[in-house]
């Protein structure tokens, strides 16, 4: 027993911290504006705008969403119909779109759903 708690409180330290990697931080999205980034959150809402275009609204449904990922293109393979409730990680550019955080993707592999 008392080697196990050791090991439990190690493992919990190493979640904590790979979660606080990904934690959405409004001043560290600023200073990383046009610059290519990652960012994990849940998908909590989404809009389909066009075969070309959808908008991922996450940590929060629109019009509270923490962020918004642009899906542009037709190249990505992502189950839209079930996405929503999935802890998602995109890498893109990160981008202001009427005052709004947003996240640009196009490729298939800038996407990871959990």
């Known amino acids: 027993m008392k080697k196990l708690l050791p090991t439990a409180l190690l493992l919990f330290s190493f979640a904590g911290a790979a979660n606080a990697q990904h934690a959405f931080n409004d001043a560290d999205f600023k200073s990383k504006l046009g610059k290519t980034g990652t960012l994990c959150d849940t998908v909590y809402s989404l809009k389909i705008v066009s075969d070309t275009l959808t908008l991922l609204n996450m940590g929060a ?51 990871e759903v959990h």
């Open 61 to 111: 449904a629109y019009p509270r969403q923490k962020y918004t990922i642009a899906v542009k293109g037709n190249k990505t393979t992502l189950d839209l119909p079930h996405i929503k409730g999935k802890l998602v990680c995109v890498t893109g550019v990160f981008e202001m779109y009427k005052d709004q955080p947003e996240v640009v993707a196009s490729q298939p592999e800038q996407f």
